[in-house]
């Protein structure tokens, strides 16, 4: 099945710097790339995704970009700011399968300094 | 509108107890996925349904693990005699219909706790 391995685990940046959290995946037929953000005492929530038809993708100051030969996904946060310290998590579809049955990583906490 | 829901919040319960985790769904969204979240680590997929329906349960860890869902809406996950290590935050999420690029909502997670 689909392993996804998740760097760093902790992530520490000072208010206006940028942050990449680094994913790999081992499933080749996986083609769909989402990432969530968790704060405290709730649910992930999606922040962007990127289909394996893309090799990019940017929502305002957030990022991803998708490597498909060498398996491995990015997310780019740049002029962070304190509201987006939380744990991050990268996933990838089971591939093969037709519906969306997500491996995650381990999580990436990030803690962005005033 | 509303979100995914899931009661109780939290639920300590003692070890060969019997629990019942209970997730309502977006209104509307057919698929629906139960997730597990131990400390520090990421989601560990669980069980997956469409309608009233499990075409995956490969993520269910024993057969003290079981889970329902009626009406393609509320479902219910029953964990049989507690041990420790189900100690976790146990997560629902619902998408609109199954498919690989359809969003997945999370609810906000049920923290077990087995003493």
């Known amino acids: 099945g689909e392993n996804v391995e998740q760097h760093p685990s902790t992530l520490s940046v000072q208010e206006g710097d940028s942050a990449v959290i680094k994913c790999t995946y081992s499933?080749?037929?996986?083609?769909?790339f989402p990432w969530y953000k968790q704060e405290l005492g709730k649910g992930p929530q999606l922040i962007i995704d990127?289909?394996?038809?893309?090799g990019e993708k940017k929502d305002q100051r957030i990022a991803v970009t998708l490597n498909k030969t060498a398996k491995h996904f990015s997310l780019h946060i740049t002029e962070t700011q304190p509201e987006d310290s939380a744990v991050y998590f990268c996933?990838?579809?089971?591939?093969?399968?037709?519906?969306?049955?997500?491996?995650f990583g381990q999580g990436t906490i990030l803690t962005v300094h005033p | 509108g509303a979100g995914v829901s899931q009661s109780p919040s939290n639920k300590v319960t003692e070890k060969g107890k019997d629990v019942e985790l209970r997730c309502d769904p977006i209104s509307g969204h057919t698929a629906l996925y139960w997730y597990r979240q131990s400390l520090g680590q990421g989601l560990e997929f669980l069980i997956y349904f469409q309608g009233n329906s499990a075409p995956d349960k490969s993520g269910l860890p024993s057969d003290r693990f079981s889970a329902e869902r009626t009406g393609g809406s509320v479902s219910t996950l029953t964990i049989q005699r507690t041990q420790q290590e189900d100690s976790a935050v146990y997560l629902c999420?619902?998408?609109?219909?199954?498919?690989?690029?359809?969003?997945?909502?999370f609810g906000p997670g049920t923290r077990l706790t087995v003493l």
């Open positions: 499933d080749s037929a996986s083609n769909y």
């Open positions: 999420a619902s998408s609109f219909s199954q498919g690989s690029y359809n969003e997945q909502f």
């Open positions: 996933a990838a579809n089971a591939g093969g399968t037709s519906y969306g049955k997500l491996t």
């Open positions: 990127i289909r394996s038809n893309v």
